[in-house]
T-cell receptor, first 109, second 116 residues
Framework: GQNIDQPTEMTATEGAIVQINCTYQ??????LFWYQQHAGEAPTFLSY??LDGLEEKGRFSSFLSRSKGYSYLLLKELQMKDSASYLC??????????WGAGTKLIIKP | NAGVTQTPKFQVLKTGQSMTLQCAQD?????MSWYRQDPGMGLRLIHY???????DQGEVPNGYNVSRSTTEDFPLRLLSAAPSQTSVYFC???????????????FGEGSRLTVL
């Protein structure tokens, strides 16, 4: 079966760095996405990786290793507004997204 | 620019009632989809469409119907509501689900449905 694993919850301190991991087992691979979802709101797109390596976008970076079925989202200089759930999703062989359950990130002052 | 518009935002139904969740997008997107989101679970695909007149089933289609008569609209119908359909429903669209260069899904604000 297809499976996306990510930690349920993480806590970090304002101004610090946090890494949210995602491992996947899917039938085919056409890219990995990270979305941010604030409580009670819709998910919004953060990043997309299809090749191995690091993609940097401001305070957020996303890394992919296709051979290991592994990705992480790195958030730097954490701000209180980064408190949200972070969703990992993989596009499978049919270009349909398989979603992880999300990681709830709690930022403490 | 409205993006993806979903209505209603909240709905309470009794078991056995039927209803339609509306979804409209103004971005000329080919791909539209409906997801449900339940606590502790990832988003699960209910139905999707890759263009007007074309629909297909996702992971959890039972109890739901869709149609795509225009590019803009993609309504989701609950035929006979059950408590197991209590969930948050999201409509999402993208230019094309094969456009892996962007692949970005644009989501509506969500519809919270409670079935008693």
């Amino acid at each position: 079966g297809q499976n996306i694993d990510q930690p349920t919850e993480m806590t970090a301190t304002e101004g610090a760095i946090v890494q949210i991991n995602c491992t996947y087992q899917t039938s085919g691979f056409n890219g990995l996405f990270w979305y941010q979802q604030h409580a009670g709101e819709a998910p919004t797109f953060l990043s997309y990786n299809v090749l191995d390596g690091l993609e940097e976008k401001g305070r957020f970076s996303s890394f992919l290793s296709r051979s290991k079925g592994y990705s992480y989202l790195l958030l730097k200089e954490l701000q209180m507004k980064d408190s949200a759930s972070y969703l990992c999703a993989v596009s499978d062989s049919n270009y349909q997204l398989i979603w992880g359950a999300g990681t709830k990130l709690i930022i403490k002052p | 620019n409205a993006g993806v518009t979903q209505t209603p935002k909240f709905q309470v139904l009794k078991t056995g009632q039927s209803m339609t969740l509306q979804c409209a997008q103004d971005m000329n997107h080919e791909y539209m989809s409906w997801y449900r989101q339940d606590p502790g679970m990832g988003l699960r695909l209910i139905h999707y469409s890759v263009g007007a007149g074309i629909t297909d089933q996702g992971e959890v289609p039972n109890g739901y119907n869709v149609s795509r008569s225009t590019t803009e609209d993609f309504p989701l119908r609950l035929l006979s509501a059950a408590p197991s359909q209590t969930s948050v429903y999201f409509c999402a669209s993208s230019y094309s689900n094969r456009d892996i260069n962007t692949g970005e899904l644009f989501f509506g604000e969500g519809s919270r449905l409670t079935v008693l």
